[in-house]
Structure formats: structure tokens, C-alpha cells
């Protein structure tokens, strides 16, 4: 027992005394700052990113109480809207039923933006249809969990 005790003693000390092998990184340690060239700045997509099956993506925040959903390219840079518009359905924490909203083309084109304002709590489930108006093509169906 005695042995034990005086290994982990031993053990303790040598490691406070900086007497071990392992080094540990300092906050606030010197050292070379990676430079603009080396640091890759991802574009980022405001709100919540939703993937999309042809490799855009969509950012789904809050504007003024209403839904927006902007589109972004493969790069994750703003594009132009490439639906008609969307229909987004969530429950209604304050009654029975549930809520619903259309998103219309608005701003410079790149985002749709809700008619509805939304009540809080802004914790929830929202449905979303992306309408395209082709035949062909039909609609996108997503469903996420909303924490605005």
C-alpha cells in the first residue's frame, strides 16, 4: 500500500515540477500564427444550413418575426432563388392545430421571406415544401427541428 502511495507521489510531483515527458500546450504560448494565405475562410451560411439533394444549400433564419430562407450554391455563396416559392407548416403551441406560412420571392432574389409573423416559442418542428411549379421536377420536402 505504502509502495503505491509513494509512486503516485512521486508521480504527482514529477509532473508539477514539469519532470515528465508529456508537454502541455499553454494558452497564450508563443508561437507562429497561422497567415491569411494559410488560413482558408469557409463561406458561412446565416441560420440554420440545409442540404440539398443537388448540392446547394439553404440558411433558414428569422427576419422581423417572419421565416427567411436564403439559397446558396455549392461554394455557399448567395444565389438566386430557384423555386417558385415554399409553404412551411409547424405545430401551434398556443392551441390546437397548427400554423402555417407561404415564403414568397423578396429582397434582391436570393431569399424568400414568410408572410406570417411567428409567435414564440421558437422551439419546434418545421415543415417546409420548396414549390417549383415544374411537372417534372414536383417539389423538395424537408423537415427540421427550429430553435430560432
Same mark, same amino acid.
Given at each position: 500500500?505504502?509502495?503505491?502511495?509513494?509512486?503516485?507521489?512521486?508521480?504527482?510531483?514529477?509532473?508539477?515540477?514539469?519532470?515528465?515527458?508529456?508537454?502541455?500546450?499553454?494558452?497564450?504560448?508563443?508561437?507562429?500564427?497561422?497567415?491569411?494565405?494559410?488560413?482558408?475562410?469557409?463561406?458561412?451560411?446565416?441560420?440554420?444550413?440545409?442540404?440539398?439533394?443537388?448540392?446547394? +444549400? =439553404?440558411? *433558414?433564419?428569422?427576419?422581423?418575426?417572419?421565416?427567411?430562407?436564403?439559397? !446558396?450554391?455549392? &461554394?455557399?455563396?448567395?444565389?438566386?432563388?430557384?423555386?417558385?416559392?415554399?409553404?412551411?407548416?409547424?405545430?401551434?403551441?398556443?392551441?390546437?392545430?397548427?400554423?402555417?406560412?407561404?415564403?414568397?420571392?423578396?429582397?434582391?432574389?436570393?431569399?424568400?421571406?414568410?408572410?406570417?409573423?411567428?409567435?414564440?416559442?421558437?422551439?419546434?418542428?418545421? +415543415? =417546409?415544401? *420548396?414549390?417549383?411549379?415544374?411537372?417534372?421536377?414536383?417539389?423538395?420536402? !424537408?423537415?427540421? &427541428?427550429?430553435?430560432?
Amino acid at each position: 500500500m505504502r509502495k503505491h502511495f509513494l509512486l503516485l507521489l512521486l508521480g504527482l510531483l514529477a509532473t508539477s515540477f514539469g519532470l515528465s515527458e508529456a508537454q502541455t500546450v499553454r494558452p497564450g504560448a508563443k508561437g507562429k500564427a497561422p497567415t491569411k494565405s494559410q488560413q482558408k475562410e469557409e463561406p458561412k451560411i446565416e441560420g440554420l444550413e440545409i442540404a440539398r439533394p443537388d448540392g446547394t +444549400f =439553404l440558411g *433558414l433564419t428569422m427576419e422581423a418575426g417572419r421565416f427567411k430562407l436564403a439559397f !446558396y450554391d455549392q &461554394d455557399k455563396k448567395p444565389m438566386a432563388v430557384n423555386v417558385q416559392r415554399a409553404v412551411g407548416r409547424w405545430p401551434n403551441v398556443h392551441g390546437p392545430g397548427q400554423n402555417r406560412t407561404i415564403l414568397n420571392v423578396a429582397g434582391d432574389g436570393t431569399y424568400l421571406l414568410g408572410a406570417q409573423f411567428v409567435r414564440p416559442p421558437l422551439s419546434f418542428r418545421l +415543415f =417546409l415544401i *420548396l414549390v417549383t411549379g415544374d411537372s417534372e421536377e414536383g417539389t423538395e420536402n !424537408y423537415n427540421v &427541428d427550429f430553435h430560432g
